[in-house]
């Protein structure tokens, strides 16, 4: 209509609808490495999530401190038996965690020493149940079983024993149980990469080089052949 005019023809009457758009559109939420309100860069939030992990992991470990006991002695008997409770310990494998703990050497000693007293430390049924088992389970020679046991701090004469029960005819039996399982993966290739990698894998269990081969090669004796190269 004629007299009227648009808010467009206004000074600054089209700046002034943008404005009010603008003040009323909300901020976008800030990138990775800009400032927030406080003036603190953002962070990625695969980082803040990573960062609140460790704070709530710091917070437990906290926690978990301050309703340990104070008194070192029962601190110490609190560490050897949760210890405990998942599997059976050395002695030194004890006092090496006590060690850890910042325990006295004194106080250490005086818990351990209660702890053999009551039977809860038996290194000797350690060793034996050591050995039984990793020489069942993974079939161990009687050197690899005494290694073992010497870095668990098990003392000689109680490694000796232990190791005693597996009889040379055991760890003889052993070895072949060892061969006869890979013997199989081990067709087709040549004599010696066969012989290499049967010995090879023997030796890695602590079996001395003369079973190991007297082993391998009567398997493969047995076998009827030796692959490409014709039999021994």
Known sequence: MPGLLRASDLAG?????????AEERPEPAG?????????EPRR???????????????EREREKKAEEPVDPEARARDICLRL???????RRQLADALRKREIPDEVAE?????????????????????VEFRHTNRGLSRRALAQELRTKGVA????????????????????????????RTTRGLERDTRIRRLVGMLARRGYSEGLAFRVVREAIEAEGGDGPDGPW
């Open 156 to 183: 000689g004469d109680l490694v000796e024993q232990a190791v005693a029960q597996v009889e040379p005819e055991d760890e003889t039996d052993a070895a072949r149980a060892l061969v006869e399982r890979r013997l």
């Open 13 to 21: 009457g089209r700046r002034r609808r943008r404005t009010a758009v």
């Open 31 to 39: 990138r990775p490495g800009q400032p927030d309100d406080d003036g």
């Open 110 to 130: 005086g818990v351990l020493a209660r702890f053999e007293e009551v039977g809860l430390i038996d290194d000797a049924a350690f060793a034996a149940a050591w």
């Open 84 to 90: 405990l409770t998942g599997a059976a310990k050395t």
């Open 44 to 58: 990625p939030a695969r980082k803040r999530r990573r960062a609140e992990a460790g704070e709530r992991d710091q």
